[in-house]
């Protein structure tokens, strides 16, 4: 019989907590709660020649594991299925990873330090942890515990949180840690987990995000040919930073109304109702609007619950958008708030029961920030509509059309007042919307304290009108069409293939081939070819195959644009067309369809069934 050898598995366990500092010593240091994890190594009996197969196959799947962990990136963020119960998704975002996915961060953050001379001998960086209520949430966090603390960091607990929070965690005096992760999938099904990570810059570029897989890819490809560590207790410190992040919501909403009356409940008299989609956004009610004074009777959805039983927590979502109009309406409320899961976004509703979320919230937040700074420049991502321009323009503001994708538009505006072109507002039509004056930091629930201030503002004018009334010149699209084309091609492929289509079809306007389109821009923009390449002495590199064209008449006059990207999320392309005459989305589609997809045999590689549908009937179904 052959020799005995071991083989590691990797678990993860939570011991009992160990609890000190049960009080807080002082008002403005956090309460603390010590609670240790740790790793086992586990070992299984293999005879010696199951061991030299199982080395032979882990030496070939070191290649596979690294990709494993690269494909997790999407964009600046971490994204994964972290759960069974997706048709055709497998589960990939395991412990395993995000362990590596961790450790590899911390690593990153103390090397960072070391670089600034922040660090001293013996230091430790300290890292701030959130997550959302997703159920996957509480066994991923013991894995970036224990990665965090394999890196040498010290971990800071925080629980339930918001993705702004864990930013904010880096900058308020009383914990100013040196980094943070915020564990969250936005919008995403309860399936589905990810890791934003953060540093008192901001958060981290898709180019960092980028250093760190590749660091982790490592880690977790040579582990999985010769075994997962065998850790120490990890001490982890629980505080409780939401409260003080409240509380500084609630400072800056009484000092800039500065309530002649009552300085400390500025909102007594307005009924606001909070849709938090069952995500972590009820803070907000509780902590912030109702110890301002608000009444906030007829909210919804404010208890945290990771299955998301009501709706999608996203202010985009239709559902979401009409529960929280009708909670208005029957309560005779002044606003309606939506937050998303993170509450990084978010979108409202007037006390007339008029929706505002995508251009039209921009709109809003445009004539607030002009307001306080006339003639600033405001980015947006590439999909907004003409109208938009027109009304930004129209208040005396400037508008920039950027890349799809919030770090693009925020990153934007950084560089434009880092170059002296004066930039308070960047954001995208999913609702996520930052200001310089707050970090350029996307920020939902900071983004509705700007309205709420507003509306209070209002009233104390003397106006009986609402929010809403500020966006009435803002004219609707006469079309607005959003299709999608999967990509036809092995997963592994799906990435290249669908690039390659997003730039043939920019070829193939720039040749001429499609009469009438051409790469938009905005006038004297210093964006080109079709809102995507920066043509100013700092040109950021491009990370994503995508562009806008305008569709212009035979006389030349502009009635319609097309945008064209590739998706990160899905092996799919994104595809919005708006029109301002009757049927000319279809018009394009057509175009689109024959001219392009068909005539240059792209149609192989992707699935234009909903193109072709809108193309012949005006719809998708």
Not at 180 to 194: D, E, F, K, Q, V
Not at 259 to 277: Q, R, S
Not at 463 to 492: H, K
Not at 505 to 522: A, N, P, Q, R, V
């Amino acid at each position: 019989m052959g020799m005995a050898t071991t083989s590691p598995s990797f678990s993860l366990q939570h011991c009992n907590p160990l609890k000190t500092s049960s009080f807080p010593a002082s008002p403005s240091k956090p309460f603390t709660e010590v609670i240790q994890f740790h790793v086992l190594f586990r070992t299984k009996t293999l005879t010696k020649a199951q061991a030299q197969t199982q080395a032979q196959e882990g030496h070939a799947g070191v290649g596979e594991a690294a990709y494993q962990i690269k494909r997790l990136q999407n964009g600046s963020d971490i994204r994964g299925v972290a759960l069974e119960g997706e048709k055709g998704r497998a589960v990939d975002l395991t412990p395993q990873a995000v362990h590596a996915i961790a450790e590899s961060f911390g690593d990153w953050v103390i090397d960072g330090l070391g670089r600034t001379g922040e660090s001293h001998s013996g230091a430790l960086a300290r890292i701030s942890v959130g997550r959302d209520p997703r159920i996957s949430g509480p066994t991923l966090s013991v894995a970036v515990f224990a990665g965090l603390g394999l890196a040498g960091c010290s971990v800071f607990d925080m629980g339930l949180a918001t993705t702004p929070a864990c930013y904010m965690s880096t900058l308020l005096t009383s914990f100013a840690y040196n980094a943070s992760i915020m564990m969250t999938a936005s919008h995403l099904p309860y399936t589905r987990n990810g890791l934003k990570f953060f540093t008192p810059k901001g958060g981290l570029t898709s180019t960092e995000v980028e250093e760190i897989c590749d660091r982790a890819a490592r880690k977790y490809a040579n582990r999985v040919g010769r075994g997962w560590p065998t850790l120490k207790p990890v001490p982890t410190t629980r505080v409780d930073f939401m409260s003080s992040y409240a509380q500084h919501l609630c400072n800056i909403i009484k000092e800039r109304i500065n309530h002649p009356l009552h300085y400390d409940t500025p909102l007594l008299g307005f009924k606001i109702m909070v849709n938090a989609g069952n995500g972590s956004g009820g803070f907000f009610t509780w902590d912030v609007l109702e110890k301002l004074g608000a009444d906030t009777t007829g909210s919804l959805n404010l208890e945290p619950d990771g299955m998301f039983p009501n709706h999608i927590p996203n202010p985009g979502d239709k559902v979401a958008m009409s529960l929280t109009r009708s909670a208005v309406l029957e309560q005779g409320g002044h606003l309606g708030i939506v937050f998303d899961t993170d509450v990084d976004r978010s979108g409202v509703v007037d006390d007339k029961g008029n929706t505002i979320n995508g251009d039209r919230l921009i709109a809003l937040m445009a004539t607030i920030v002009l307001r306080e700074f006339p003639g600033t420049t405001i980015v947006t991502d590439a999909r907004t509509s003409v109208a938009l321009t027109r009304f930004i323009t129209s208040k005396g503001g400037h508008h920039c059309l950027y890349r799809v994708g919030y770090r693009n538009v925020i990153d934007k505006g950084v560089q434009l007042n880092k170059d002296g072109i004066e930039t308070h507002l960047m954001m995208e039509t999913t609702g996520h919307g930052a200001l310089k004056e707050n970090h350029f930091l996307d920020d939902g629930a900071y983004m509705v304290v700007k309205i709420i201030i507003e509306m209070v503002r209002m009233r104390l004018a003397g106006s009986e009108e609402g929010i809403g009334s500020l966006i009435q010149e803002l004219e609707d699209p006469l079309e607005s069409i959003e299709l999608r084309m999967n990509v036809i091609t092995p997963p592994q492929q799906a990435k290249e293939k669908g690039a390659e289509a997003v730039d043939t079809l920019k070829k193939y306007i720039e040749e001429g081939h499609l009469k009438g389109w051409e790469l938009d821009s905005c006038g004297n923009c210093w964006v080109s070819e079709g809102c995507l390449v920066d043509s100013n002495d700092t040109p950021a590199a491009i990370d994503a195959h995508m562009f806008r064209a305008k569709v212009c008449d035979e006389e030349g006059v502009q009635h319609g644009w097309i945008h064209i990207r590739q998706s990160v999320h899905n092996p799919n392309i994104a595809l919005i067309m708006q029109s301002s005459v009757p049927c000319g989305g279809q018009s394009m589609a057509k175009i689109l369809r024959d001219k392009f997809l068909l005539g240059s045999g792209v149609d192989k590689i992707l699935d234009i069934s909903q193109v072709d549908s809108y193309a012949r009937k005006g719809s998708v179904s």
